[in-house]
């Protein structure tokens, strides 16, 4: 069984930044409902009291919320992820890196934020659909809701979200089992709360712990997603230049398809890749989610 090194599967506190169960669920649903008021309302910037009044709480509990969240004000956070500055970002060449800058944020990023080391399984594996693989899973409160992780013996294999008006946790499973539909699946949230852990906790980003994540798909689709993982923290990459990347420039189609099954959320970062024209099209989660990453990134980066 795979096993980290300083890591068990006993409960371990949890850092101040990331709330767990209930109130993580409750503190996502709050940030769900800003960030859609933000994308609608963006060109206006509203205010503080505007945007809290729009989700229902007090500026106090929504600035406190925010800071906890992302490492940001609610202001910071508008200015983050709004689609202007996700233009700006392509049209001038620069990253969101520069945009966090922008916004009055310092300090240095780490080159590759979660040092991820990864394995494709043998091509068999693949064609006999999961036949034979035994994987097991769990949900766990994250910043971006409710989630569903998945893994082999040999590393994460699989991160999905489970929201409510969707199905829930049935409708995120059922995403995973069609994805490996000859493959055993077994609960076990003790056994995937380490990665849980691994993933959401910035603090447990370390390079010398990588995380081992088993990519099962076809030999394409896995050059894809290597070259999403090359993506770093506070950078944006367009989907018109994956195809150049992956030696396939006609391939913009296929490659698109690609970064829409990518069955690992957030570990392999498709949430960063964005439309030509800044706009942050496409996301198997959703776009609010995509949108709530790359703000929460830019927080990650704030408190480098």
């Given at each position: 069984?795979?096993?980290?090194?300083?890591e068990?599967?006993?409960?371990?506190?949890l850092p101040?930044?990331?709330?767990?169960?209930?109130?993580?669920?409750?503190d996502?649903?709050?940030?769900r409902?800003?960030i859609?008021?933000?994308?609608?309302?963006?060109?206006s910037q509203?205010?503080?009291a505007?945007i809290a009044?729009?989700?229902?709480?007090?500026?106090?509990?929504?600035?406190?919320?925010?800071?906890?969240?992302?490492?940001l004000t609610?202001k910071?956070?508008?200015?983050?992820v709004?689609l202007d500055?996700?233009r700006?970002l392509?049209?001038?060449?620069?990253?969101l890196?520069?945009?966090?800058?922008?916004?009055?944020?310092?300090?240095?990023s780490?080159?590759?934020?979660l040092f991820?080391k990864?394995e494709a399984?043998?091509p068999?594996?693949?064609?006999?659909?999961?036949?034979?693989?035994?994987?097991?899973y769990?949900?766990?409160?994250?910043?971006?809701?409710?989630?569903?992780v998945?893994a082999?013996e040999r590393?994460l294999?699989?991160i999905g979200?489970?929201d409510?008006s969707?199905g829930?946790?049935?409708?995120?499973?059922?995403?995973?089992?069609?994805?490996w539909?000859k493959?055993?699946?077994t609960?076990?949230?003790?056994?995937?709360a380490?990665?849980a852990?691994?993933i959401?906790?910035?603090?447990?980003?370390q390079?010398d712990?990588?995380?081992?994540?088993?990519?099962?798909d076809?030999d394409?689709?896995?050059?894809v997603?290597?070259?999403?993982?090359?993506?770093?923290?506070?950078?944006?990459?367009?989907?018109?230049?994956i195809?150049?990347?992956?030696?396939?420039p006609?391939?913009?189609r296929?490659?698109?398809?690609?970064?829409?099954?990518?069955p690992?959320?957030?570990?392999v970062?498709c949430?960063?890749?964005?439309?030509?024209?800044?706009?942050?099209?496409g996301?198997?989660?959703?776009?609010?989610?995509?949108r709530?990453?790359l703000?929460?990134?830019?927080?990650?980066?704030a408190r480098?």
């Amino acid at each position: 069984m795979l096993s980290f090194a300083t890591e068990d599967c006993q409960p371990v506190p949890l850092p101040q930044l990331m709330p767990t169960g209930r109130a993580a669920l409750t503190d996502y649903e709050t940030v769900r409902r800003m960030i859609e008021f933000i994308s609608t309302e963006y060109r206006s910037q509203p205010s503080l009291a505007e945007i809290a009044e729009a989700v229902g709480r007090s500026e106090e509990t929504l600035t406190s919320l925010l800071k906890r969240w992302a490492g940001l004000t609610p202001k910071g956070f508008l200015q983050a992820v709004t689609l202007d500055n996700a233009r700006r970002l392509l049209d001038d060449g620069a990253s969101l890196l520069d945009a966090a800058y922008e916004v009055g944020f310092s300090g240095p990023s780490r080159l590759h934020d979660l040092f991820v080391k990864h394995e494709a399984v043998s091509p068999g594996d693949y064609k006999a659909r999961g036949q034979g693989i035994d994987l097991f899973y769990g949900f766990h409160p994250t910043p971006f809701g409710l989630s569903i992780v998945v893994a082999t013996e040999r590393g994460l294999a699989g991160i999905g979200f489970a929201d409510p008006s969707d199905g829930g946790e049935a409708t995120a499973l059922d995403d995973m089992r069609r994805r490996w539909p000859k493959a055993r699946f077994t609960a076990d949230a003790m056994r995937t709360a380490p990665f849980a852990r691994r993933i959401f906790e910035p603090s447990r980003w370390q390079e010398d712990q990588p995380l081992q994540v088993v990519l099962i798909d076809t030999d394409f689709e896995i050059r894809v997603w290597q070259t999403l993982l090359q993506i770093p923290l506070g950078s944006a990459t367009s989907y018109s230049t994956i195809p150049e990347r992956i030696g396939a420039p006609k391939a913009a189609r296929a490659v698109g398809a690609a970064v829409g099954r990518n069955p690992v959320s957030f570990v392999v970062p498709c949430h960063r890749v964005l439309g030509k024209s800044g706009a942050l099209t496409g996301y198997h989660w959703g776009i609010t989610r995509k949108r709530a990453m790359l703000g929460w990134e830019s927080g990650v980066l704030a408190r480098e």
